[in-house]
């Protein structure tokens, strides 16, 4: 007798310990899925990087690892991969080479990002087709291959996705995941976008972007959907501007601004001239690039009279700690960015050092990260449309983008933040940490690459969900084991 409850509670407890594992995959009928984002200087995910001093050895214009990048499991069985999200580029490539980077911690950094073996899948399909992805200051020789791509922390998988493995690269620090315009538009084969809608993962060709805060270094991508918990107010809808009618005529995410504006400390609001234009959103870019007017008038006002040999504004450090915003406008709605998200801290042998996060450019104009923090964008396709509202973290409210969404009557379920921290959560977050000051793109078409990212902390909702599942998986099992031990007995 005693054997025999011996062997159910034994049985009793693989059936909870199996049913739990499984619980623990986000798993919907609704249309979309979401996978993490998380910053490079999140040291939850690189705490075995090394001493970030070291990246001084690569010039400071030519660094691009401080960015943001979502985890892939690709291949049979699956091989994990970080690949940077990139919103300025269309596809998804994967395996630098980090032979030829300078410096212990680059290499580590490149290292860090995973490497996917063809060989050692067996659902891998290599192609005949070979390219050269060229980048604002690197590039990649790829050989096309074939292959599954599960999505880390989903049960989701796409089969077949077709991606470039590289051959070659120079001063990449990892893969790309373009999620730009695709099939019919830029290159010739389903992208990665493309592949979630053809394969009925999402049920629409949009997504959600949200970076997070400095502070936070972590946010969340939603494919075929949103989070009502991470935006304050409506969100308005802008047009994407056609190619033909762009500055540089790529299909990009162009959308136009109405002006540009700075609320400093002492609250006297100023517009700057000439401060209307086209711009696209890339979470690619480090920073932020503007005309080269345009850029010398803020960064007067925050104290810098030029730029230094790399093309950076140095600024004080200790506006970090002031109260101001930098205002982006469009047509009914202004994203604040506030300073503590514009001016970048570089921890080197010297001391820490600060920089605007703005950098001049005449070739054309682009939102990078130090703008996209403060934003909630949902990037539409399927519409040729964004959303946009401002950035605000107050919890998890998912939601299904489907074709019929009436996107601008969806509003946020966040409080207007404060005017010092516009863009910080009102959850407590990630502790802060310096970060380096990264290039962003200046020419080409797809945008430059950094270093991998992890998972993020569930959310309370989904916990709940997971405990529900739990007590569910303990009934069944419950009732199974009285099943048996009735048989036994």
Known sequence: MAARLILFFQFLHLI?????????????????????????????VFSDFGDRRAITTVPLANRSDVAYYAQLDIGTPAQQVYVQLDTGSFELW?????????????????????HYTPSSSSSANQMTGTKTLRYGIGSAQVQYV???IGLAGTNSKLKGVQFGVAMDTVDEFAGILGI???????????????????????????????LGSKDEQEGVVIFGGLDTGKFTGPLQTLPIIPAAQSPDKVPRYWVNMTSLSLTPPSGQNKVYENSTMAVFLDSGATLTLL?????????????ASATDANGFYPVDCSLNDLQGSLNFAFNGVMIKVPYNELVRELATGFGTQCFLGISPSDDFALLGDTMLRSAYAVFDQTNNAIHLAQYVNCGTNEMEITPTTNMTAIKGDCAAPAAKNAATSSVSGSTATATGSGAAKTTGIT????????????????????????????????????????GLL
Do not use: M
């Open 94 to 114: 994967v395996n630098p080479d980090c032979s030829d980077l300078q410096g212990s911690a680059d290499i580590k950094f490149c290292q860090a990002v995973g």
């Open 146 to 148: 074939a292959d599954d």
């Open 291 to 303: 005309p080269t007017n345009l850029a010398n008038s803020i960064a007067a006002d925050f104290g």
């Open 447 to 486: 945008a430059t690459s950094g270093a991998s990212g992890s998972a993020v902390a569930d959310s309370e909702a989904s916990g709940a969900r997971a405990r529900v599942r739990w007590c569910v998986g303990a009934g069944v099992a419950v009732l199974w084991g009285a099943v048996i031990v009735g």
């Open 16 to 44: 909870i310990g199996a049913y739990g594992d499984v619980s623990t995959l986000e798993r919907r009928t609704d249309l979309y899925v979401k996978l993490p984002v998380v910053h490079s200087t999140n040291k939850k």
């Open 180 to 210: 730009g315009h695709g099939f019919n538009v830029t290159i010739n084969y389903k992208n990665f976008i493309d592949e979630l809608a053809a394969q009925g993962v999402t049920g629409t060709k949009a997504f959600s972007l949200a």
